[in-house]
DNA sequence: TTGATTAAATCAAACGTTTGTTTTAAATAA
DNA sequence: TTATTTAAAACAAACGTTTGATTTAATCAA
């Protein structure tokens, strides 16, 4: 059990502070060289701490890794909640247009190329989550439902909307994941991109070009669901 | 270094087969589990070898990722070389047209999506392709050359010849990396449209789901570039 | 304000496994 | 024989984890 005191302000600030440096040291490790790869050891040396603090915090390596999730599916959520609450509520409400859809839409997924580069300096949260998605664990149904749902269900009713038809429609999921990907990719595919563009691998595109990157995905999607919306209108199915 | 016999077709039929069932045995394991969590012993067991083969013919376990990676490239190059290499001629002659340019591109997207999930029972190519693209190793070089470079840059000079820019543009880069994304994406977020689809974890999407996915890939980007045009040919930049 | 008490937190050291690799020797070809 | 190839055993190093003692800091009686 972890540290608690009488039910004040101070629950034992310093057994508190070694858990957050423990978890910061292990996100970073876990998102750079995965589970297995990641030594006990090399995360207490980092950060500052015994090699007997992951077990006596958290029980395990693993019981490390499942806080990190917890951290970061808590952290990420609300580094996007200010921007997906507006689109779940216009989404709710009854007027909507494609234009304003659109605009909807085009937010949601700025925000996510942004997220994908948003610390400068640690990708590590990305490349955590990434890992859970090639090879999930016993924590990627806690990212999947804090972090991963909110988003992608957002996305696909935007979707579903814009080219009319049902949000629960094979189809939806499939063209907004299509969309989101596109976010995607420039993270999990960096090191292709790197060698294509001759950008430094100082970890992350500058952020003029995270804005390129932004720009021409929204721009795409747009497009491609607008040429959607105008088949449909025109053609059967 | 390795064996090498004389030239002929027998090179000693036995530890040739050695080596093949290593190399395959080694691609599962990699792809699946990535380098560091792979076992040498593991591997030898499933290839029917013993420990010391993987030395003995390979150097070391590093000397045998190296050999997975260029069996890798070989491999994948030739499963794509046959549609790659008329886009290729095609961009190298004259006549070109905005239809024929987009038949070439959506041949390409839908090729990639197809080759996502070729092996149904078996996605450890891909796996270990996306590996190696979040933490590169001394084999990236080699799969990008082989196998990421030229599918990259015929499907960059594709889209810049359709809107009408420099295929050395930074700009024509990137549209062809967030069109290439949408075909990444799902592999590399396997697990959340899984769960957004409720398709079983077999590891595939069916082989009708795979079309789908082809043709919302294809229906996009082909949209997305058509946007485009149209926006560059109204406005100015 | 003291001094004893107690629980939480940290520490160095060592545990038993498993890792990649090497060595030694037997078996199999030419 | 002579040179390869396999098999089994042994290697040091690194792994996650456990242990028992020590330090830190808050609590409470005096």
Redesign the pocket.
């Known amino acids: ?6 039910s004040s302000e ?10 957050q440096a423990l978890i910061i040291a292990a996100l970073e490790s876990f998102g750079r060289y995965g589970f ?1 790869a ?5 995360i207490c040396d980092r950060a ?10 958290f ?4 019981g ?1 890794y499942l806080a990190v999730a917890e951290f970061l599916a808590n952290g990420m959520a609300m580094g996007t909640a200010h921007v997906l609450e507006p689109s779940r509520v216009y989404l709710a409400t009854g007027k909507r247009t494609a234009e304003a859809t659109e605009q909807h839409l085009g937010g949601l997924l700025r925000a996510l190329v942004l997220s994908m580069f948003a610390n400068v300096r640690d990708s590590s949260p990305a490349l955590f989550v990434l890992r859970e998605q090639s090879e999930p664990t016993s924590a990627f149904a806690l990212i999947f439902e804090r972090l991963l749902k909110p988003m992608h269900e957002t996305i696909t009713a935007l979707v579903a909307d814009r080219i009319g038809i049902a949000a629960t429609d094979l189809e939806a999921v499939i063209r907004a994941h299509a969309l989101i990907s596109q976010c995607v990719g420039f993270k999990a595919a960096k090191a292709a991109l790197q060698k294509r563009t001759g950008w430094s691998s100082a970890d992350d595109p500058g952020q003029d070009n995270v804005e390129l990157i932004a720009d021409v995905v929204v721009e795409h999607s747009i497009g491609a669901l607008r040429a959607v919306a105008a088949g449909k209108r025109r053609g059967g199915k």
């Open positions: 059990m972890a540290a608690r005191r009488a101070s629950p034992d600030a310093r057994g508190e502070a070694a858990r297995d990641a030594s006990v050891r090399d500052g701490a015994n090699v007997a603090a992951v077990n006596y915090h029980g395990s390596k693993e490390l």
